[in-house]
């Protein structure tokens, strides 16, 4: 089965401070790959997703993230962060198939800024 | 405006008492999705929808019922709830294909707790 590890329970930063979340999948084949975030009391929202092409993938907010083959990685940055970005961040992968496409999440990774 | 809605948004209920939550989406898309969010542990999906009538299960459809009569709605049935299925609930909806993987829109979700 695939499966999707976010290594970072939790992570602090300051306003203003750069910032990386990682995610590595475990996929055979070229994933679908998608990061999400959950602010406080909400449902998931898509910040960015990559299907193929370049490897470097512009989202929403001024986040970016960089797929890496090598690494099966898939981590997203921003270069400044802002206080309204405290929230969750989900990475995920999709797997097409002709019965359903199936999606699997990562456990998250709960983002703190402090001023 | 384009959403998913689930319905109710909250549910406190007692072992044994068949539920149902409610989604409708309003986009025209084919497929439809419930997963489960426990700390921890991400989203985990429980069942998927390519179709009207074409139902299948995720990683954890055990205790759930699904169906999928109309393209809009996609409700989820639990026909003996126990406490292990207190957990917050989201269904999506995406434009994926058997062969194509799409990002998923979510619903705003329904904490259901069962006592």
């Known amino acids: 089965a695939q499966s999707v590890t976010q290594p970072d329970i939790h992570i602090t930063v300051s306003e203003g401070a750069s910032l990386e979340l990682r995610c590595n999948y475990s996929?055979?084949?070229?994933?679908?790959l998608f990061w999400y975030v959950q602010s406080p009391g909400q449902g998931l929202q898509l910040l960015l997703k990559?299907?193929?092409?370049?490897?470097l993938v512009q989202g929403i907010k001024g986040f970016e993230a960089e797929f890496k083959r090598s690494q099966s990685s898939f981590n997203l940055r921003k270069p400044s962060v802002h206080w309204s970005d405290a929230a969750e961040y989900f990475c995920?992968?999709?797997?097409?198939?002709?019965?359903?496409?199936?999606?699997?999440f990562g456990t998250g990774t709960s983002l703190t800024v402090i001023p | 405006e384009a959403q998913v809605t689930q319905n109710p948004r909250y549910l406190i209920t007692v072992t044994g008492k068949k539920l149902t939550v409610t989604c409708s989406q309003n986009?025209?898309?084919?497929?439809m999705s419930w997963y489960r969010q426990d700390p921890g542990l991400g989203l985990r999906q429980i069942y998927y929808?390519?179709?009207?009538?074409?139902?299948d299960k995720g990683d954890v459809p055990e205790g759930y019922k699904v169906s999928r009569k109309e393209k809009r709605n996609f409700p989820l049935i639990l026909e003996s709830p126990s406490p292990n299925q207190t957990s917050l609930y989201f269904c999506?909806?995406?434009?994926?294909?058997?062969?194509?993987?799409?990002?998923?829109?979510f619903g705003p979700g329904t904490r259901l707790t069962v006592t």
């Open positions: 929808s390519m179709n009207v009538e074409v139902t």
């Open positions: 995920a992968v999709g797997q097409p198939s002709n019965t359903g496409n199936q999606f699997y």
């Open positions: 999506a909806s995406s434009l994926s294909t058997g062969t194509h993987v799409n990002e998923q829109y």
């Open positions: 986009m025209n898309h084919e497929y």
């Open positions: 990559y299907f193929s092409g370049d490897t």
């Open positions: 996929y055979g084949a070229t994933p679908y």
